[in-house]
């Protein structure tokens, strides 16, 4: 399952279009549409923003996802990561972005 797809059955369990995602989420209807359209993601922050307006967290919206693609690693990751605060995520961010300029 794509994060698309996963996107797609949060609004159909809700009752939600991506016009409604859109305008709960304040994010452009154009972007929504093109993440569909080019089958692209939308990144990390715009992703908990999404699941914001769900009511889950990141670690959520990808456990229900049971994807193969994700490690037992990567999981214990997002669930720490839902548990920061903004500033903490910022934080980890900068250090990530030092890590991977590196190479």
């Not at 949060?10 to 995602?21: A, I, K, Q, T, V």
């Not at 889950?56 to 229900?64: D, E, H, N, P, S």
Request: glycine share 2%.
């Amino acid at each position: 399952m794509t994060v698309m797809e996963r996107i797609e059955e949060l609004n159909r369990e809700r009752g939600w279009s991506l016009y409604e995602l859109s305008k709960r989420t304040k994010i452009a209807e154009a972007t929504v549409y093109t993440w569909k359209r080019q089958n692209k993601t939308p990144s990390i922050p715009v992703l908990e923003k999404i699941c914001k307006s769900y009511g889950i967290t990141t670690y959520q919206f990808f456990a229900g996802m049971h994807s193969p693609e994700l490690t037992d690693e990567q999981n214990a990751l997002l669930a720490k990561w839902s548990l920061l605060s903004e500033e903490e995520k910022a934080a980890i961010n900068t250090l990530f972005d030092l890590f991977t300029n590196k190479r």
